[in-house]
Nanobody, 124 residues
Framework: QVQLVESGGGLVQPGGSLRLSCATSGFTLGHYAIGWFRQAPGKEREGVSCISSDNGKTTYVDSVKGRFTISKNNAKNMVYLHMNSLRPEDTAVYYC?????????????????WGRGTQVTVSS
């Protein structure tokens, strides 16, 4: 049974940091690209950062470049999103998703499996 479980969200002040984790099971992580997506209230879901199945390519949405870093540990079946210099506009539910043999692009429709999300709130 394929599962992706996000954790690490919470309330943080502007300028703070969080590390989101995505625990995967039921599939071989090395065969899948993983993406982090987010959805803020009243907005469409957007791709934040994605990493290819072979860990060779990463993609970031412009608004998080230089602040967020994605990493994938195939041996531990874990994916991380390190978020620094957080801003109120980063507030959203963050989801991780898996795409078989993905190239690391954040095309939402290409992702096959999704987690349930973790809430990130950036507020003073």
């Amino acid at each position: 049974q394929v599962q992706l479980v996000e954790s690490g969200g919470g309330l943080v002040q502007p300028g703070g940091s969080l590390r989101l984790s995505c625990a995967t099971s039921g599939f071989t992580l090395g065969h899948y690209a993983i993406g982090w997506f987010r959805q803020a209230p009243g907005k469409e879901r957007e791709g934040v950062s994605c990493i290819s199945s072979d860990n060779g390519k990463t993609t970031y949405v412009d608004s998080v470049k230089g602040r967020f870093t994605i990493s994938k540990n195939n041996a531990k079946n874990m994916v991380y999103l390190h978020m620094n210099s957080l801003r109120p506009e980063d507030t959203a539910v963050y989801y991780c998703a898996a795409e078989i043999l993905g190239k690391g692009d954040c095309h939402e429709d290409a992702y096959d499996f999704w987690g349930r999300g973790t809430q990130v709130t950036v507020s003073s």
